[in-house]
Antibody
């Protein structure tokens, strides 16, 4: 079964840091771009970051660039997101997602497999 | 690229047709836009990519279309399980962005 499972969320004080993990199974992890998407309580979805198959290309949302590190360990089938200088507005459910490219011609992408999410709460 | 969805909420009866709109603030390239469905307490699910191509396993009552920078998701015959929030998302360039969502309620 194709599956993603996030972990590492919790209650963190403002200014602190956190490392989220995402364990992949049921597919060849190293073949896919991966993404993090977050959702603040009662709010919509916000794309956070992408990383390519070998970790050499990374893209981030402008609002958190500089505080984020996205990485992956293909040998461990794992994706990571480190967030530093946490703020109240970083409080959210963080989802990892597999990015699929639907054809070799057009650059059509979609996030076709998602984990259940891990909750990060930033509060004193 | 800012994506603006309308309406905020759509309340319709089973069997009715729902049309959701997503307007992009600038070109999203060759219709590099996807639609996602999110039910309460669940992760999102991709419905449409390339503005009009259904993802694997998506029922044919879901369809997408485009006209310039305006994009539409149509649910032809609403079923109770279609109650959800629907988001458009572009992948034309970085940063990817989502619209704010349209909530579809089934009466």
């Amino acid at each position: 079964e194709v599956q993603l499972v996030e972990s590492g969320g919790g209650l963190v004080q403002p200014g602190g840091s956190l490392r989220l993990s995402c364990a992949a199974s049921g597919f060849t992890f190293s073949d896919y771009w991966m993404a993090w998407v977050r959702q603040a309580p009662g709010q919509g979805l916000e794309w956070v970051a992408n990383i390519n198959q070998d970790g050499g290309e990374k893209y981030f949302v402008d609002s958190v660039e500089g505080r984020l590190t996205i990485s992956r360990d293909n040998a461990k089938n794992s994706l990571y997101l480190q967030i530093s200088s946490l703020r109240a507005e970083d409080t959210a459910v963080y989802y990892c997602a597999r990015v699929v490219r639907y054809s070799s011609g057009r650059a059509d992408y979609g996030m076709d497999v998602w984990g259940p999410g891990t909750t990060v709460t930033v509060s004193s | 690229i800012v994506l603006t969805q309308s309406p905020g909420t759509l309340s319709l009866s089973p069997g009715e047709r729902a049309t959701l709109s997503c307007r992009a603030s600038q070109s999203v390239g060759s219709n590099y836009l996807a639609w996602y469905q999110q039910k309460p307490g669940q992760a999102p699910r991709v419905l449409i990519y390339g503005a009009s191509t259904r993802a694997t396993g998506i029922p044919d009552r879901f369809s997408g279309s485009a006209s310039g920078t305006d994009f539409y998701l149509t649910i032809s015959r609403l079923e109770p399980e279609d109650s959800a929030v629907y988001y458009c998302q572009h992948y034309a360039n970085s940063p990817w962005t989502f619209g704010q969502g349209t909530k579809v309620e089934i009466k």
